[in-house]
């Protein structure tokens, strides 16, 4: 028996258009130099959904100080802590400081992949998070260079192999009748494994281009000319198509700049203690990390209302269109500044709590709230085609 394979492991061009399909925000018009990003993000998600968004997804006013009202304090301590020592916690060894930062920058481009939840977790039992920690732990482990260089020479063979992606699904007759020879077929999970590399090398083909030879050297300069989270999610927007988190729906720019701002909140847990230029002191007015997870979990607990077409279409696992995304995870934006506000402005509880209580510690909260095991059952919203969550 021969087996052949319909899909070569090569196809550049096949590739970026793959990686182009899904980075849809690399056209957009962003804010002008010098503007604040972080208030852009609240500014656009507010617009869009008091108007052409409010008919897709709409906030729950009574139902958010119902929220605040029974709020656990001592849960959300205890969440916040352990999402936020993750980036103490890789299992690695590194030889500097620039190599671990280069490492976790590279772990937050890559957080996307929600909507192949269900497919990874049948293929290789991880969801779409873990597999991204694993693959970079991988390439760092093997000492795969993920350096501006060595992102360009990654193939889609390597990214499958680190990041245990099959490329290649089920095999069946290239004749009628005949098993002589096979064919295999595209797996399903194919267009991920296409993202990432397109991702990466992306990626290191405009670091080298900026004259950085990482992505740490780029974190690096950018937080030496401004220690700020806005300045840093700013420069990481217009340079990275694939941080350039922004959908155009109709007439509405809006800017939601998840990966950009994870990027920052992570550097700043990580080494913000121990150096300077990584002390953000805006770090509390990022946004919401917009994905999958915590949308639902705000719907969830009554503080956003999807409407009917949209609950129907999460609850039969069938993809949402673009502006309906879009919708989801602005309104959890807009929510959540507005459990910000009245919690900082109408509980004592809140101004008392440990952890400050922002957009950012928020989805700290909800994204571990998520994976409890009663929670992790709920309905998500799928969106696939996207390198943006």
């Given at each position: 028996?021969?087996?052949v394979?319909?899909?070569?492991l090569?196809?550049?061009s096949?590739l970026?258009?793959s990686?182009?399909?899904?980075?849809?925000?690399k056209?957009?018009?962003?804010?002008?130099?010098?503007?604040?990003?972080?208030?852009?993000?609240r500014?656009s998600?507010?617009?869009f959904?008091?108007s052409?968004?409010?008919?897709?997804?709409?906030?729950?006013?009574?139902?958010?100080?119902n929220y605040?009202?029974?709020?656990d304090?001592?849960?959300?301590v205890?969440?916040?802590k352990?999402?936020?020592g993750?980036?103490?916690?890789?299992p690695?060894?590194?030889?500097?400081?620039?190599?671990?930062?280069n490492?976790?920058?590279l772990l937050?481009?890559?957080?996307?992949g929600?909507?192949?939840?269900?497919?990874?977790?049948?293929?290789?039992?991880?969801?779409?998070?873990?597999?991204?920690?694993?693959?970079?732990?991988?390439m760092?482990?093997?000492?795969?260079?993920?350096?501006?260089?060595?992102?360009?020479?990654?193939?889609l063979?390597d990214?499958?192999?680190?990041?245990?992606i099959p490329?290649?699904?089920?095999?069946r007759?290239?004749?009628?009748g005949?098993?002589?020879?096979?064919?295999?077929q595209?797996s399903?999970l194919?267009?991920?494994?296409?993202?990432?590399?397109?991702?990466l090398?992306?990626?290191?083909?405009?670091?080298?281009?900026?004259?950085y030879?990482?992505?740490?050297?780029?974190?690096?300069?950018?937080c030496?000319?401004?220690?700020?989270?806005?300045?840093l999610?700013?420069?990481?927007?217009?340079?990275?198509?694939?941080?350039?988190?922004?959908?155009?729906?109709?007439?509405?720019?809006?800017?939601?700049f998840?990966?950009?701002?994870?990027?920052?909140?992570?550097?700043c847990q990580?080494?913000g203690?121990?150096d300077?230029?990584?002390?953000?002191?805006?770090i509390e007015?990022?946004?919401?990390?917009?994905?999958?997870?915590?949308?639902?979990?705000?719907?969830?607990?009554?503080?956003?209302?999807?409407?009917?077409?949209?609950?129907?279409?999460?609850e039969?696992?069938?993809?949402?269109?673009?502006?309906?995304?879009?919708a989801m995870?602005a309104?959890?934006?807009?929510?959540?500044q507005?459990?910000?506000?009245?919690?900082?402005?109408?509980?004592?509880?809140?101004?008392?709590?440990?952890i400050?209580?922002?957009?950012?510690t928020?989805?700290n909260f909800?994204?571990?709230?998520?994976?409890e095991p009663d929670?992790r059952v709920?309905?998500?919203?799928i969106?696939?085609d996207?390198?943006?969550?």
């Amino acid at each position: 028996m021969v087996l052949v394979s319909e899909i070569s492991l090569g196809g550049e061009s096949a590739l970026l258009r793959s990686w182009e399909k899904a980075c849809s925000g690399k056209d957009v018009v962003l804010p002008p130099a010098g503007t604040n990003y972080l208030d852009s993000v609240r500014a656009s998600t507010a617009a869009f959904i008091e108007s052409a968004g409010h008919e897709l997804v709409s906030i729950n006013n009574e139902g958010i100080r119902n929220y605040v009202n029974r709020f656990d304090y001592d849960k959300f301590v205890k969440y916040v802590k352990q999402v936020n020592g993750w980036t103490h916690k890789l299992p690695l060894v590194f030889d500097n400081m620039a190599q671990e930062l280069n490492l976790i920058a590279l772990l937050d481009l890559l957080q996307f992949g929600s909507g192949y939840r269900k497919e990874l977790h049948t293929a290789t039992g991880r969801g779409a998070s873990d597999t991204i920690r694993f693959g970079c732990i991988s390439m760092h482990i093997s000492q795969t260079l993920i350096d501006a260089k060595g992102l360009q020479a990654l193939t889609l063979g390597d990214i499958s192999q680190h990041f245990d992606i099959p490329l290649f699904g089920d095999e069946r007759p290239m004749a009628q009748g005949s098993s002589a020879v096979m064919v295999s077929q595209a797996s399903e999970l194919r267009p991920l494994a296409e993202c990432i590399l397109g991702c990466l090398q992306d990626t290191g083909k405009r670091l080298e281009l900026g004259g950085y030879s990482s992505l740490a050297d780029f974190i690096i300069k950018m937080c030496t000319e401004k220690p700020s989270a806005a300045h840093l999610v700013e420069m990481l927007a217009n340079a990275f198509p694939s941080l350039r988190d922004v959908a155009q729906i109709e007439d509405h720019q809006v800017y939601l700049f998840k990966k950009a701002q994870l990027m920052a909140y992570d550097v700043c847990q990580r080494f913000g203690k121990t150096d300077k230029m990584f002390a953000f002191n805006d770090i509390e007015q990022l946004t919401l990390f917009a994905d999958n997870v915590v949308p639902a979990m705000m719907q969830h607990h009554g503080l956003i209302l999807p409407n009917k077409n949209i609950i129907a279409k999460i609850e039969n696992s069938q993809p949402l269109s673009l502006p309906e995304t879009t919708a989801m995870r602005a309104a959890s934006i807009v929510a959540a500044q507005m459990v910000v506000d009245y919690a900082n402005g109408h509980s004592s509880a809140a101004t008392k709590c440990e952890i400050p209580i922002n957009q950012a510690t928020l989805d700290n909260f909800w994204w571990h709230e998520g994976k409890e095991p009663d929670l992790r059952v709920l309905s998500r919203l799928i969106y696939k085609d996207t390198v943006y969550f």
